[in-house]
């Protein structure tokens, strides 16, 4: 059974630009999640999707968004890049629960 | 708000020893709790799930426990190998996800 993948792996942008991940669950999962990884503030939340709708959102402003489709694959995007944008943004799909989490996107934004 | 504490930040070890890493959280409200290991620029990878009607759980080598009342949830690592070495992150489900900072652990050969 393939694992939760994301693309791309690695990244960069510049302050302004705007950049979408992707992420495909493991098969049978409808829950995705993402989170942001940095040294200072270890792994925040972002957001939770379920069959499409967004059902969490954690603390972060509106430049970031996402969305799921019908085949659970899920979408981010970040507008507007900040410099303390650059982190590692990491997938998880869920079933029962338990959170299986793919290798992540490592975005630098100069 | 719920928040996560885990100590050590980072602990060294000689291989074959028998560890413990702490993980403590605020509120007892809880749906489950997960144990995560991470290697440098990795993913996570799950290491046990324990469930908030659960005491603990065990795979292999790792036993984690769970006590809501008190806010705690240890994990046990029997035998270390120098393969354990890593950063442990505790997860805990209520309203939201929210992990702790981790333990960076290293067993030396």
């Known amino acids: 059974k393939a694992g939760v993948t994301q693309t791309p792996r690695y990244l960069i942008k510049t302050r302004g630009q705007q950049v979408t991940l992707s992420c495909s669950p493991i098969?049978?999962?409808?829950?995705v999640s993402w989170y942001q990884q940095t040294p200072g503030q270890g792994l925040q939340f972002l957001f939770e999707?379920?069959?499409?709708?967004?059902?969490n959102k954690g603390n972060f402003p509106g430049r970031f968004s996402g969305r799921q489709f019908s085949n659970s694959r899920s979408e981010m995007n970040v507008s507007t890049l900040e410099l303390g944008d650059s982190a590692l943004y990491l997938c998880?799909?869920?079933?029962?629960?338990?959170?299986?989490f793919g290798e992540g996107s490592r975005l630098t934004v100069l | 708000k719920q928040e996560v504490t885990q100590i050590p930040a980072a602990l060294s070890v000689p291989e074959g020893e028998n560890l413990v890493l702490n993980c403590s959280f605020t509120?007892?409200?809880?749906?489950?709790l997960q144990w995560f290991r991470q290697d440098p620029g990795k993913g996570l990878t799950s290491l046990l799930l324990?469930?908030?009607?659960?005491r603990e759980q065990t795979s292999g080598r790792l036993n984690a426990s769970l006590d809501k009342s008190s806010g705690r949830s240890t994990l046990y690592i029997a035998a270390s190998q120098p393969g354990d070495s890593a950063t442990y992150l505790c997860?805990?489900?209520?309203?939201?996800?929210?992990f702790g900072k981790g333990t960076k652990l290293t067993v030396n050969p």
């Open positions: 098969s049978g999962h409808r829950s």
């Open positions: 999707y379920f069959s499409e709708t967004q059902r």
């Open positions: 324990i469930q908030s009607s659960q």
């Open positions: 509120d007892s409200a809880i749906y489950n």
């Open positions: 997860a805990v489900q209520s309203e939201k996800l929210v």
């Open positions: 998880a799909s869920s079933f029962s629960g338990e959170l299986f």
